[in-house]
């Protein structure tokens, strides 16, 4: 049985970026299937030496205003669902805002083994927002720059003991 990571958190702060750098081009072939799962991209991952399952929760981009918050909430619980572990992406550069501690929220009441990422780390300009993502209370954040492919190692040292 292999690893299955979700990854997890509102649109726009480097999910599918960070879902593009582990998957690289072995993104697996998802049946047209109806509702949520759609927008639910699964891929082979490698992060050294450790091979898992990784989830993007995409497709809220083109949601409108008022359908956005339950498509982003039904959509996160499903990939919860189907992982053994999520990795919660925040924007380190625009810091927290009230969508992440929806999803704070959910991710607590689904009890969700969560690791934290505050991505667009690279750079002085994230080390306000690192700093707020402790606020979340869950956990360390792992400082990441999905872009630049910093923070992986410490992604890869979180997640061994899981496999
Ligand atoms: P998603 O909506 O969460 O899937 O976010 P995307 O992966 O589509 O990225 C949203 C925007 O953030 C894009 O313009 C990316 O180029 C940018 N981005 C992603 N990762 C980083 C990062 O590590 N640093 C910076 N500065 N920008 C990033
Ligand atoms: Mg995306």
């Known amino acids: 049985m292999s690893l299955t990571l979700a990854i997890v958190g509102r649109p726009n702060v480097g999910k599918s970026t960070l879902f593009n750098r582990l998957v690289g081009k072995r993104l697996a072939l998802v049946d ?3 509702g949520v799962t759609r927008d639910l991209r699964e891929g082979d991952a490698r992060l050294g030496d450790l091979r898992f399952t990784v989830i993007d929760t995409a497709g809220l981009e ?4 008022e359908s956005l918050q339950g498509r982003m909430r039904k959509l996160t619980e499903r990939a919860v669902e189907m992982a053994d572990v999520c ?3 925040v924007d380190a550069r625009t810091g927290i805002t009230p969508t992440d501690e929806v999803f704070a929220e959910i991710l607590r009441r689904k009890s969700a083994r969560v690791i934290l990422a505050a991505n ?3 750079g002085r300009a994230a ?3 690192v700093i707020e993502a402790y606020g979340l209370g869950l956990g360390e954040p792992i400082r990441m720059s999905a872009e630049h492919g910093e ?3 410490e992604l890869l040292a979180e997640l061994q003991p899981l496999a």
């Open 32 to 34: 047209d299937q109806p």
């Open 62 to 65: 083109e949601a409108t205003d």
């Open 87 to 89: 990795l919660f992406v």
């Open 120 to 122: 667009k780390a690279e």
């Open 127 to 129: 080390d306000a927002g």
């Open 151 to 153: 923070g992986l190692s």
